[in-house]
C-alpha cells in the first residue's frame, strides 16, 4: 500500500539556521502531497501542499517540491525561528480524502 | 469561530469500561475522521465518515465504534475491547468529494486507562 516514510529527529538547530526535513513516499497513481503542523499540545494545521508533479508548495517561509522522479516531498526553510518548533509531518492522498501520514519529525529550535 | 470542538481533553478510564469521545464540526464538511496518535508512530486512521449515516473502517478499526446520526457530529467509543486504548486521539474534518485534501483537526483527546 501507499506509504510515507520521514527522517527520524529530533532536529536540532540554532535560530536561523537552515532547515530541511527528508519526506518520501510510495504511491500508486498521482497523490497529492502535504505538510502537516502540530505545535505542541494542539492538533495538526496544514502547512503546504502540491497537488501534481513539480509543484512548490510555500507557507510562512517553509518551502517542498513535488518530486516524481525521486518520490520526495522535502521541507525547507531557510531561517528557522524559536516558534517554528514542532512535530512536522509529511502526508499523502490516497483517494477521497484518506490521508497517509508519516511518524513525524520533531524540529527544536535553540535561540 | 468556525472548527472542530473535541471533548474531553483529558480522559482516564480504567480497564474494562467504554468511553465516548465527543467530535464537533461547523464547518458544514461532509466527511469527518478519527485518528489515533502514538509516539513513534504518526498518525493511523481509526474510521471515517463521508455522509450521514454512513462510516468506513480505517486501518486500525478493531477496538472502535463510532455513529454519524448528524452531519456536525462523529463521537468515537472506544470499547473495552481495545487492548491498548492509551493514546492521542485526534478527529478531523474535510469538504469533501471536491476538496483537494485538506483535513482540519481539532485539538485532540488524551485517553490514559488505569
Known amino acids: 500500500g501507499n506509504s510515507v516514510t520521514q527522517m527520524e529527529g529530533p532536529v536540532t538547530l540554532s535560530e536561523e539556521a537552515f532547515l530541511t526535513i527528508n519526506c518520501t513516499y510510495t504511491?500508486?497513481?498521482?497523490?497529492?502531497l502535504f505538510w502537516y503542523v502540530q505545535y505542541p499540545g494542539e492538533g495538526l494545521q496544514l502547512l503546504l501542499k502540491?497537488?501534481?508533479?513539480?509543484d512548490k508548495g510555500s507557507n510562512k517561509g517553509f518551502e517542498a517540491t513535488y518530486r516524481k522522479e525521486t518520490t520526495s516531498f522535502h521541507l525547507e526553510k531557510g531561517s528557522v525561528q524559536v516558534s517554528d518548533s514542532a512535530v512536522y509531518f509529511c502526508a499523502l492522498s490516497e483517494g477521497f480524502q484518506k490521508l497517509v501520514f508519516g511518524t513525524g519529525t520533531r524540529l527544536l529550535v535553540s535561540p | 469561530d468556525g472548527g472542530i470542538t473535541q471533548s474531553p481533553k483529558y480522559l482516564f478510564r480504567k480497564e474494562g469500561q467504554n468511553v465516548t469521545l465527543s467530535c464537533e464540526q461547523n464547518?458544514?464538511?461532509?466527511?469527518m475522521y478519527w485518528y489515533r496518535q502514538d509516539p513513534g508512530q504518526g498518525l493511523r486512521l481509526i474510521y471515517y465518515s463521508q455522509i450521514v449515516n454512513d462510516f468506513q473502517k480505517g486501518d486500525i478499526a478493531e477496538g472502535y465504534s463510532v455513529s454519524r446520526e448528524k452531519k456536525e457530529s462523529f463521537p468515537l467509543t472506544v470499547t473495552s475491547a481495545q487492548k491498548n486504548p492509551t493514546a492521542f486521539y485526534l478527529c478531523a474534518s474535510s469538504m469533501g468529494r471536491m476538496n483537494t485534501g485538506e483535513l482540519f483537526f481539532g485539538e485532540g483527546s488524551r485517553l490514559t486507562v488505569l
Open positions: 464547518l458544514n464538511h461532509d466527511a
Open positions: 502540491a497537488t501534481k508533479a513539480d
Open positions: 504511491a500508486t497513481g498521482y497523490p497529492s
